[in-house]
């Protein structure tokens, strides 16, 4: 990847923030009319992240003649300050970068990893029983942090901006201020209890007299924003040797958590071949492990091609059930094989051969859902020798970023380190606390995914960018949980199979099955005609609100389009 410099004045601009007030760039919008959803349009790129200011600090970088990883990591330090629920520096992530130039598509993995005091037991009781409270809500629920260096590691490589040019939005973000939407504003009442908790955390979220912030009341971090200035001043280093490091190590001495100065300094994100497949033609490259999703949006992918999905229809009991009978058989394998494979052999290339995939059809009838309790993991070939929050960014000379990071629940632990003004996450419960005892999501973890020291816990964040031709064609991923993994699945499923426009694809109502507990998932906006049929097949079916928050891109014939996920009132979509 060769990036090319952006000239000093514009980052200068980008610095002083008067290019904030560029006017539009006109693009000549394709027609789409007699579509029921219009996606953003744009002929230079696209941005679409979960919160409108971070989407639009972000244009402006691609405005400027910013590249796609610039325009994302200024987005990611954007959302850390206004969308702090998932926008972090306390947390973790995935960014998959692809370059058409080079024909690379690369895998920053910047997930947290656990504490070197860190033990295989540290969430079980004396008599061996996971306590789920330590395990989210207390400091030893914070893995470490990893999304500054991650960040960084992808601006220093791949990015033209200075760290402290990519920083300067959300430094100003956070010193200034911004007017508080009402997603904000029920946010915090929502999470009331765990946001009172602990003095740092309520002196963060709320006014000084305690009452909470109103809709239009100005938000202003200044300790978040002397971290980033540190940050911008020193390197990212600072974050985990300098003062910040100090102060997370004196918060976690302070209450009994396990995060040590050695533990900060000993970080390291790391470059990872992204997961591979191909769909009908198109190329498929999503997050390797410690991610689960790329190993079994690939395995999904690889049993439905089989049927014809499009000729079946969108939302058809048909499609459904053989989409739910290819989750269950993923999630099942995702509950034994998957884990760190810095740490453990995982049998990746039996999971996502095709091979396999044909076995694991094979056991699927079209008139009957299997029951969870008759699958059990499978055996993929033998082991190869051996609220969260998404954005997808694409510029106009190649490049395209897709990047899910976390801080695992909306507010994470809800502990933010006293004077840094940044929340910790609690990240710590995506590993098994004890095998077969799942974690918040419902899922399950065997001995692949235990806790061990330095290890990553495994996620299921899925940031997918799918190539045609070796051009850039999707670039999509979710929060939600153990619903990523479907999201994703569906969203590229209803481009590819349902032709849909990508607003279409990202609005379309969600189905998800975990293959525990076995109940098929779905959104509003499936007929009741077709809940029966499915019903009729022998899947119980459960009505649950929105699921995953897909903010997405594709680009056809040089032009781009944004789909912003409607399930967030903050997303936005911005084209030039
Ligand atoms: O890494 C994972 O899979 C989870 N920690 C993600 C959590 C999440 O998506 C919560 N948001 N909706």
Redesign the pocket.
């Known amino acids: 990847m060769t990036p090319y410099r952006l000239s000093r004045p514009l980052g200068a601009a980008l610095l002083a923030g008067s290019l904030l007030c560029a006017p539009p760039l006109f693009a000549q919008p394709a027609i789409l009319e007699g579509e029921r959803f219009h996606p953003e349009q744009g002929s230079r790129g696209m941005v679409a992240t979960s919160h409108f200011l971070a989407s639009q600090v972000a244009r402006e970088v691609l405005a400027a003649g910013g590249n796609a990883v610039d325009a994302a990591v200024t987005a990611g330090f954007a959302l850390a300050v206004t969308q702090p629920r998932?926008g972090n520096i306390g947390g973790g992530?995935f960014m998959l970068i692809s370059d058409e130039d080079s024909d690379e598509v690369i895998a920053i993995d910047y997930?947290e990893t656990a504490p070197a005091a860190a033990t295989e037991t540290m969430f079980q009781d004396e008599d061996g029983n996971a306590v789920s409270e330590w395990s989210r809500y207390t400091h030893r629920a914070a893995g470490v942090p990893g999304t500054v260096a991650g960040l960084s590691l992808a601006l220093e490589k791949y990015g033209t901006l200075s760290l402290a040019e990519a920083l300067a939005p959300a430094i100003r973000l956070a010193e200034n201020g911004f007017a508080v939407p009402q997603r904000f504003v029920d946010g915090v009442s929502e999470a009331g209890e765990r946001l009172t908790q602990w003095d740092s955390t309520r002196a963060m979220f709320f006014k000084e007299d305690g009452s909470p912030y109103e809709v239009g009341d100005t938000f202003r971090q200044p300790d978040l924003a002397a971290t980033l200035r540190r940050i911008a001043d020193q390197g990212p280093r600072e974050f985990y040797e300098g003062e910040t490091a100090e102060l997370i190590a004196a918060e976690m001495e302070r209450h009994d958590g396990l995060i040590t100065l050695e533990d900060l300094a000993g970080y390291q994100p790391v470059i990872r071949e992204p997961s591979h497949g191909n769909y009908r033609g198109y190329d498929v490259y999503a997050m390797s492990p410690p991610?689960?999703?790329g190993a079994h949006i690939v395995q999904m992918l690889n049993i439905l091609e089989a049927y014809d999905i499009g000729q079946m229809g969108f939302g058809s009991a048909n499609t459904m059930h053989v989409m739910a009978e290819a989750m269950k058989r993923a999630y099942a394998d995702r509950s034994q094989y998957l884990g760190d494979t810095d740490f453990v052999e995982v049998p990746l290339a039996g999971i996502t051969s095709e091979g396999y995939a044909d076995e694991l059809r094979e056991q699927i009838a079209m008139d009957r859902a299997t029951p969870s309790e008759a699958i059990a993991p499978g055996k993929p070939l033998p082991f190869e020798s051996n609220?969260?929050?998404h954005f997808s960014i694409a510029d106009d000379d190649g490049l395209a970023v897709s990047n899910?990071y976390?801080i695992?629940?909306?507010y994470g632990s809800g502990i933010a380190v006293d004077g840094a003004g940044f929340l910790l996450?609690n990240?710590m419960?995506?590993f098994s606390a004890k095998p077969g005892v799942p974690n918040?999501?419902g899922?399950i973890g065997g001995e692949a995914n235990k806790i061990e020291p330095g290890k990553r816990?495994?996620?299921?964040?899925t940031p997918t960018i799918v190539k045609r031709d070796g051009k850039n064609f999707l670039i999509t991923g979710?929060?939600?949980?153990?619903?990523?993994i479907t999201t994703t699945l569906q969203v590229l499923m209803n481009v590819v199979d349902h032709d849909m426009n990508i607003q279409s694809a990202v609005s379309a109502p969600r189905i998800h099955h975990q293959w525990l507990p076995d109940e098929l998932r779905i959104e509003a906006g499936f007929s009741p005609d077709t809940q029966a049929l499915l019903e009729g097949k022998g899947h119980t079916l459960s009505q649950e609100s929105a699921m995953?928050?897909a903010q997405s891109i594709v680009i056809e014939d040089g032009h781009f389009f944004g789909g912003a996920d409607p399930r967030r009132s903050t997303s936005s979509a911005m084209g030039l």
Do not use: V
Request: aromatic share 6%; net charge negative.
């Open positions: 998932s992530g997930r991610s689960s999703g609220e969260t929050t899910t976390t695992n629940f909306s996450n990240e419960d995506d918040a999501y899922l816990m495994l996620s299921s964040m979710s929060p939600g949980g153990s619903r990523i995953g928050a």
